[in-house]
């Protein structure tokens, strides 16, 4: 039996990794069904509320959850550094490594379609993506609607990855293989923008390790979340726009990549 893990990075999430939690072990069965079983993985960054009591108590509940403390706030950069290393540490060949964010604003109930598209597509990576013809997007203000859709725009231009369109959601599911892959290439702890601008460096950098991409289209709930974004918009719409041209930049010195 292969295992696919479940990363859930969190701060300060107490009213929803509960329910985030428990909508993935609703998974349980039909991921049994495909050959996995699943391994949920709580990343808590050193929260201020009850969060990391939360997810021990998830532990206790159920089967094959897990947590994963850190002893200092390490942003979501740290959390993804995280998951890489536990799943290259405790998974093995045809494991898979799921991704997402850790407030209750995607449902695990998309991971059966991305799990069919990675394995009879044979792609590396799926993107439960706000932009294809099936995707909706619920409760998000306006602005950063419009900021997010500019974003694409931007990203598609200057990246220029195939088969992609959503370059930020952090819903995403990987092969153990390209994981060690990026490993290889970049050292432990391969993720370095502090910023929200991780999820498209973690994106581009599989890319560069020969990854093959493809999106599933989603629901995006954002009027799932309880409590208050943690998110700066515009600092990070910033930070990512000058992350793009900063990875552009450096795999043009290293000769990487010819997609100009």
Same mark, same amino acid.
């Given at each position: 039996?292969?295992?696919?893990?479940?990363?859930?990075?969190?701060?300060? +999430? +107490?009213?929803?990794?509960? !329910?985030?939690?428990?909508?993935?072990? !609703?998974?349980?069965?039909?991921?049994?069904?495909?050959? *996995?079983?699943?391994?949920?993985?709580?990343?808590?960054?050193?929260?201020?509320?009850? /969060?990391?009591?939360?997810?021990?108590? $998830?532990?206790?509940? *159920?089967?094959?959850?897990?947590?994963?403390?850190?002893?200092?706030?390490?942003?979501?950069?740290?959390?993804?550094?995280?998951?890489?290393?536990?799943?290259?540490?405790?998974?093995?060949?045809?494991?898979?490594? !799921?991704?997402?964010?850790?407030?209750?604003?995607?449902?695990?109930?998309?991971?059966?379609?991305?799990?069919?598209?990675?394995?009879?597509? $044979?792609?590396?990576?799926?993107?439960?993506?706000?932009?294809? +013809? /099936?995707?909706?997007?619920?409760?998000?203000?306006?602005?950063?609607?419009?900021?997010?859709?500019?974003?694409?725009?931007?990203?598609?231009?200057?990246?220029?990855?195939?088969?992609?369109?959503?370059? /930020?959601?952090?819903?995403?599911?990987?092969?153990?293989?390209?994981?060690?892959?990026?490993?290889? +290439?970049?050292?432990?702890?391969?993720?370095?923008? $502090?910023?929200?601008?991780?999820?498209?460096?973690?994106? *581009?950098?599989?890319?560069? &390790?020969?990854?093959?991409?493809?999106?599933?289209?989603?629901?995006?709930?954002?009027?799932?979340?309880?409590?208050?974004? $943690?998110?700066? &918009?515009?600092?990070?719409?910033?930070?990512?726009?000058?992350?793009?041209?900063?990875?552009?930049?450096?795999?043009?010195?290293?000769?990487?990549?010819?997609?100009?």
């Amino acid at each position: 039996m292969n295992n696919l893990f479940a990363f859930l990075p969190c701060y300060n +999430e +107490e009213p929803n990794i509960g !329910a985030l939690i428990d909508k993935w072990y !609703a998974q349980k069965d039909g991921l049994l069904q495909r050959g *996995y079983d699943l391994i949920i993985v709580g990343i808590d960054d050193c929260s201020k509320d009850h /969060t990391k009591q939360v997810i021990e108590s $998830k532990c206790g509940q *159920y089967e094959n959850v897990r947590l994963l403390p850190h002893p200092e706030n390490r942003g979501l950069c740290g959390g993804l550094n995280s998951a890489i290393g536990y799943f290259l540490q405790n998974g093995c060949e045809n494991d898979l490594m !799921a991704l997402m964010d850790g407030d209750n604003t995607h449902d695990p109930i998309y991971i059966h379609d991305m799990v069919e598209k990675l394995l009879s597509e $044979k792609k590396d990576c799926v993107i439960a993506s706000r932009y294809c +013809e /099936t995707s909706g997007v619920n409760g998000v203000a306006k602005h950063r609607e419009f900021m997010s859709d500019m974003a694409k725009l931007y990203y598609s231009f200057v990246l220029r990855v195939p088969n992609v369109k959503d370059y /930020t959601c952090g819903y995403r599911l990987y092969t153990y293989t390209i994981i060690k892959k990026l490993v290889t +290439e970049y050292g432990e702890d391969p993720i370095k923008e $502090k910023s929200f601008a991780c999820m498209m460096e973690l994106l *581009y950098k599989l890319y560069t &390790v020969g990854a093959a991409f493809d999106e599933v289209g989603f629901e995006l709930h954002y009027d799932a979340k309880l409590g208050e974004s $943690k998110m700066n &918009v515009f600092k990070t719409m910033k930070n990512s726009l000058g992350a793009a041209i900063r990875l552009r930049r450096t795999d043009k010195k290293r000769g990487r990549v010819g997609n100009d």
